[in-house]
């Protein structure tokens, strides 16, 4: 049986709906469009599998197989059903003021109910669904409520309300009812009746409903376990699979794209277009009335994907291309380089055998200390449906357990992979008992860090000032001990969503509505800035600790000293040569001028060269020839300080003498610096090396405002990875 779900979206946009104020302050059919549309935006950001249909009650036209003279009619069924898609929520956001047309809810359940019968024929689904968001307010007939409760119990159709302010609904019991109509209270009454009689079905309201569909799911996928066995020793050997617990999420991967009207704008050639990948032909069953194409995409412009195209070329002033077939890879030790070819390849790569989880020995648990922990998440083991490898994993749990042993592990992912050490800790609970498979480091992993003591006699903390804190930690706790079986209130990591994730996929959805329109800052929903901000309760209980804490540790705003700058500054210019007494050098003939500048002091090489007479250019291409090594052979943003103070050296004397020979220079090494080194390019923009300006000089004719846009930063995109499974997060209405 699929895992996927049927479900159709009945959607009352009639007079009535749009009139009608919810507590909350917004209309009927504002909320009833808000829950419609999280519902199908969380299917298309889920990439679920599940298919949607939508049907429109209360329609300026009429389009469904049942309609006639006499009944069913301003029943429209928009959208067939079909794996979710944007279509389908910019249908909705039509109806922003609802219509004149009036349509009755009881016959827009008929026709869901026999839309979705004909839809799913010769199709399997794990659930079918029918979610109502209307307030029933309309004269209707209860003569044929038993045949249409047993008609959805024969296709085992399950009806979801969501709206009603009844009483039968859990938040709404205490609700008035006087400024019903009589009704609007008869169809509470009667969707009551349809609910309780048909299994698996609800009443919520809007109230219940939107906190639980404002966030956006991630895509499930089926868990795939890895198996091996965990050998102890040479002898035993239980065979066993590891899930993947806990993994990073990923946002969606991105491909570029290119506007087919927009690909000759920059290039006289045109760049081949694949086919695109949103565009999906439809093959799936049609119902019985004749429905319009929709747009699968989304946008109206016709994308397509395009293949990338690698170039490499040589590092320099030259930048000469460089076929593919002539590159290796190399190390870098200091100025050698070590090329490493294929022949070279085994050698370097260890062999770590087969595949593996092989104990290595016990400790006690306190030998392996929390913060030893890494790796990027956590497995848990569980043995094969066998009966021996369950009672021999079971009997190592309960062993490892009673004597608060954990087992040190080598794995090794596949035949050769590189092997990491593990660490595996007894989990023991009511329903089932597993093993917890967290990542070791090793050695070389564990860095040790000399920093000076946190407390000393200036600076330790009085009685009163720790009394402070401990009352504001109180304050905060987010356990509650008051009943003695249970922990209310403490972070619950099935319920915190990250709210990166969620701002990433509400940014996603409205930019997939808007189009071209530019996505504000200022449009980040309230629901994500909630994720992570503290009860207000809480904050509000905190509040007088947080004052007595303000005023037991008062804060001085601390400038730096003068004295310590002049300093500073004295000591350097001791150091300095007296450039005012020295005496000017006659100029030499060129042939006579060594033409070199070192790599110990470049900067003062390069002042010599310029008091010798060596001609600016000459000496300029000199400079930058060793400040593009020196750039190269940098490890860290300190190698980057010589090749700096080189570009001052250089702006300084061209400022003076000929500015285009600096803006030429700094522009080319802008153009031809690697992206691993664009490091660089921040001391650069910190040190205003930039291009020489008119407000420096005369002479040039680049403004600031060009010179500040030349010092723009070089970025570099960083790959986004396909999104990884995670835990489920439970919804209102059983995982829609």
């Known amino acids: 049986m699929t895992s996927a779900e049927a479900i159709v979206v009945v ?137 249409i409760i047993q008609g959805l119990k024969n296709e085992n159709v399950q009806v979801i309300a969501i709206g009603p302010q009844t009483a039968f609904s859990e938040s709404q019991a205490s609700i008035a009812h006087e400024y019903k109509s009589r009704e609007q209270e008869e169809g509470e009454k009667l969707i009551a009746r349809i609910v309780s009689e048909v299994p698996k079905s609800v009443i919520c309201s809007f109230e219940d409903a939107i906190p639980q569909l404002m966030y956006f ?137 087969e595949k593996c989880l092989s104990v290595l020995g016990f400790t006690k648990q306190h030998n392996v200390p929390f913060y030893l922990i890494s790796g990027k998440g956590c497995h848990e083991v569980y043995p094969e449906d066998d009966e021996d490898s369950k009672r021999a994993f079971s009997a190592l749990i309960q062993a490892m357990d009673s004597n608060d042993m954990i087992a040190v592990v080598r794995k090794v992912y596949r035949l050769n992979a590189v092997p990491k050490l593990t660490a595996l800790f007894p989990m023991i609970t009511p329903e089932y008992q597993c093993l917890v498979m967290l990542e070791l480091p090793f050695s070389e992993s564990v860095l040790t860090l000399v920093l000076p003591p946190l407390v000393t006699e200036k600076n330790k903390p009085t009685d009163e000032q720790l009394k402070a804190v401990d009352e504001l930690m109180s304050k905060m706790n987010l356990m509650d001990h008051d009943e003695e079986d249970s922990e209310n209130g403490a972070y619950d990591p099935h319920k915190t969503l990250d709210p990166y994730m969620q701002h990433y996929q509400s940014i996603v959805a409205k930019k997939a509505l808007k189009g071209d329109s530019f996505i504000s800052r200022s449009e980040t929903d309230q629901a994500v800035k909630q994720l992570l901000s503290p009860k207000e309760e809480l904050v509000e209980a905190a509040l007088p600790a947080l004052a007595k804490i303000k005023t037991l540790f008062p804060l001085t705003k601390v400038t730096p000293k003068e004295g310590a700058r002049k300093a500073a500054v004295d000591l350097f210019q001791q150091n300095a040569p007296d450039l005012s007494t020295q005496t000017v050098k006659q100029p030499l003939d060129v042939k006579d001028i060594k033409h070199d500048i070192g790599t110990v002091q470049p900067e003062e090489d390069f002042k010599t060269l310029i008091n010798q007479g060596l001609p600016l250019d000459k000496a300029c291409d000199l400079l930058m020839k060793v400040v593009c090594d020196l750039i190269l052979q940098a490890f860290d943003a300190d190698d980057f300080l010589k090749p700096g103070k080189c570009l001052l050296e250089m702006r300084k004397v061209c400022l003076e003498k000929n500015h285009l020979m600096y803006n030429n220079s700094i522009t080319k090494l802008r153009k031809d610096l690697p992206l691993e080194k664009s490091d660089f390019w921040e001391l650069v923009v910190r040190s205003q090396a930039g291009l020489i300006t008119s407000s420096e000089t005369d002479q040039s004719t680049v403004t600031t405002e060009e010179a500040k846009e030349f010092l723009e930063m070089i970025t570099v995109k960083d790959e986004i990875l396909q999104p990884k499974t995670t835990d489920e997060f439970d919804d209102l209405i059983d995982e829609m």
């Not at 889920?46 to 049942?66: C, F, K, M, R, Y």
């Not at 609802?98 to 009881?106: F, V």
């Not at 006289?268 to 009335?289: C, Y």
């Open 217 to 353: 799911e991630v895509k499930k996928t089926r868990p795939t376990p890895w198996k091996s066995e965990l050998t102890i020793g040479s002898s035993i050997k239980i065979p066993v699979k590891a899930f993947v617990k806990i993994a990073e999420t990923k946002p969606f991967a991105t491909h570029d794209i290119i506007i087919p009207e927009l690909r000759n704008i920059s290039s006289g050639h045109s760049i081949p277009v694949l086919p695109s990948t949103q565009n999906v032909t439809d093959d799936e069953q049609k119902p019985k009335i004749d429905l319009e194409d929709e747009e699968v995409s989304g946008s109206g412009k016709d994308f397509g994907l395009i293949d990338r195209d690698r170039i490499y070329q040589v590092s320099g002033n030259d930048a000469e291309a460089v076929d593919a077939a002539d590159v290796i890879e190399g190390y870098m030790f200091g100025t050698t380089i070590v090329p490493v070819t294929d022949d070279d390849r085994p050698q370097l790569d260890y062999s770590s055998g």
């Open 11 to 147: 959607l009352d946009v009639g007079p009535s709906v749009a009139r009608e104020i919810s507590p909350n302050g917004e209309t009927f059919l504002q909320n009833a469009q808000l829950c419609a549309t999280n519902i199908i935006q969380r299917k298309i950001l889920s990439q679920s599998i599940d298919e949607i249909g939508l049907i429109i009650v209360g329609s300026e036209e009429t389009n469904n197989p049942l309609a006639d003279d006499e009944g069913y009619k301003n029943i429209e069924i928009a959208h067939s059903l079909r794996r979710a898609n944007w279509s389908m929520v910019k249908s909705i956001a039509k109806y922003q003021k609802g219509t004149e047309a009036t349509g009755d809810w009881l016959d827009a359940l008929i026709v869901a109910a026999d839309f979705i019968k004909t839809s799913t024929e010769g199709k399997i689904f794990k659930e079918k669904k029918i979610v109502m968001l209307t307030n029933f307010c309309s004269d209707v007939s209860d003569d044929e409520v038993d045949c």
